[in-house]
């Protein structure tokens, strides 16, 4: 495989009792291909301490541009993240029973980063057709925003990068008695986010 020709997609596997993760059932439904570029998806580990070993694992395939994914069950739109924090901090262990108060992701490094995705693109793309959708300011201090903010920090800053959270899918709004938004509408919405990585990365701030 030559290098650079692909896009990598993440998600997450389930977490904090809940049956199934949305961003990780979404992935098989999205599309093999953007133009020239493959679609590759992974799904990522709920725990603090192996996050970074499965990102670099990623990394070494040179993508061409890196989509995160991860639910927000409390949340009824998709949620375009402007910006990762250089903050751990959960209450709700992780997956391996981890918990972190006050601790930074990378020691030493700026407080925050912005987005690598053409968020108002996107975010516009999806209003278009009437997708549930908003800019979020903040992807909390757990896992994903754990995610978002190593992979920029370790990215190249020309490779579109960045975070968006899922709200729950018929499946997990019904058991969690919470509204959602079909699986199927949140990977059309996905197809168009990818369709548009390539547009202006200019984050909005
Ligand atoms: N959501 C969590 C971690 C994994 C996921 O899908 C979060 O918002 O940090």
């Not at 754990?146 to 018929?170: A, K, V």
Request: charge should be negative; proline fraction near 9%.
């Amino acid at each position: 495989m030559l290098e650079g020709m692909r896009i990598i997609v993440t998600g997450f596997g389930p977490f904090g009792g809940m049956s199934h993760n949305p961003s990780a059932t979404v992935l098989p439904l999205l599309p093999k291909r953007i133009a020239d570029l493959e679609i590759h998806t992974a799904i990522l580990p709920v725990e603090t301490t192996r996050v970074q070993d499965a990102l670099s694992e990623l990394y070494a395939e040179k993508p061409r541009a890196v989509l995160h994914l991860g639910l927000a069950e409390t949340r009824t739109a998709l949620s375009l993240e402007r910006v990762a924090l250089n903050v751990l901090d959960f209450e709700r262990p992780d997956n391996a029973g981890e918990r972190r108060e006050d601790v930074p992701v990378v020691p030493g490094a700026p407080l925050a980063l912005s987005s690598r995705l053409p968020l108002r693109a996107i975010l516009n793309a999806w209003r278009a057709r009437a997708i549930p959708a908003q800019l979020s300011s903040s992807a909390g201090t757990f896992l994903c925003n754990q995610t978002m903010y190593l992979s920029l920090s370790q990215l190249p800053s020309d490779c579109p990068t960045g975070f968006i959270h899922l709200p729950p899918d018929e499946t997990l709004g019904t058991q969690l008695g919470r509204p959602f938004v079909p699986l199927k509408l949140q990977a059309e919405a996905l197809a168009l986010a990818l369709g548009l990585l390539g547009s202006d990365t200019h984050a909005p701030v």
